[in-house]
């Protein structure tokens, strides 16, 4: 059970999906937006999902309160039945689950174990500092998702290394979570000076965009906005460019660390979870994070200077070195275990 909002969940997923199908096991798949037509076009029989989640932007903030009433109005008794025929369809051993939260409650009362494919495990963190009475009831709602899990996987690197590590909030249950890697990984290739800038929905306005490719451009480097552009494509550019330019979504970090690639982040003012993400990567020495109030000439030309150090490139080629050929593996092990578990009750 994928979530829909952007392509990241869709990617680190399906290697997951891929591995389970060539074990043999049985799949059913099931999302919505771009992701579910992505998985028809792959030929995959998908159950499509209420669009629940959908975080609705003003400017370069995320507007809380329409966010709150949208989503509250789509989980009706016509969504929740959809969701549950997506789980009992197919009477599954086990519901993976990838930022889907309405799928984790309903597969619990249905009594079919869940597992969570998660990097960020407060609710919260996807908002500004709102009203405290809102930021309790998330929190109570996120340790309630880690509770009903029978495991959570989590595809970024074991600490030390871990890069999301600060919207880690493990409840007491840190047993239950399983640091297997980047899932969506992509080899590296000999660097060029081609440039991806890949914003997703993050609000950036045209003119700061303009702003970017301007000074990119006088720096010599040819520049690609993902737009339509297909997911191979994608990943040949960002296994070839020397950085990329982006929102600080989760995959797309892993993605570009696995291949060598620096990052240049932009994120969301005020999503305090891709904040983190850009905060790992700036603190790891893995690339800079700008912020769209200061972002002028000056300080993109400063971003391109230190993504293009050789502390920079020092602090990739540590990452490189850590195995990343079992992950997909490991994670369907631990699947497979809680099906085991489950066979032997």
Known sequence: MVNGLG???LYRSLPLIEELIR???????SSFGKSYEI??????MVHELPAIGELITKEEEID????????MKRIKPSALKKITTA????KPEVLIVDGYIPGIFISKMLGVPVISIINCTRLSYVFKQINGLIEFGSDAVSKTIVDLSSLLIVPDYEPPFTITRRNLEFFGSEHKFHFVGPLDIIKPKK???EVLITMGGSGLQNSEMNKIKEVLQKNGYKVHNSG?????EINDLISRAPFIITHGGHTSIMSCVTCKTALILIPLKDYTERVNNCLGVTEKGLGVSLDTEFLDEKTIQLAIETVNSNKCKENLEIYSKIDTSKNVTHACDLIEQVILKNRKK
């Open 39 to 44: 998985l028809i076009s792959k030929g995959y």
């Open 7 to 9: 392509l990241g969940h």
């Open 191 to 193: 660097k060029n000076n």
């Open 87 to 90: 789980i009992t369809k197919n």
């Open 228 to 232: 339509m552009i297909e997911k191979s």
């Open 23 to 29: 074990r043999k096991h049985e799949v059913s798949i």
């Open 64 to 71: 809380v309160n329409k966010s709150l009433i949208e989503n």
